[in-house]
């Protein structure tokens, strides 16, 4: 795979797992917000999920290059 497909398929999966992590952060908001939630005992899982899918975005996304430097 050349290097520019490769960099694109990362930045899809980069805003895929974006999406997924806004999806989570919802959720768990409303597991929050809403007492006795029925997801409460499983907001751990979702905390996780969610740090996980916004890793995954923030390691997958292209950074800028800096001027003079080889990427």
């Known amino acids: 795979m050349s290097r520019?497909?490769?960099?694109?398929?990362?930045?899809?999966?980069?805003?895929e797992e974006q999406v997924r992590a806004d999806g989570l952060a919802r959720r768990c908001?409303?597991?929050v917000s809403t007492p006795g939630h029925p997801s409460?005992?499983?907001?751990?899982?979702?905390?996780a999920a969610?740090?996980?899918?916004?890793?995954?975005?923030a390691?997958?996304?292209?950074?800028?290059?800096?001027?003079?430097r080889p990427s």
Request: charged letters at 15%.
């Open 40 to 47: 409460l005992g499983s907001l751990h899982h979702y905390q």
């Open 4 to 15: 520019g497909r490769w960099q694109e398929s990362s930045e899809a999966f980069a805003a």
């Open 59 to 68: 390691a997958h996304t292209s950074q800028p290059r800096r001027y003079g």
């Open 29 to 31: 908001d409303e597991i």
């Open 50 to 57: 969610y740090q996980n899918a916004a890793g995954n975005a």
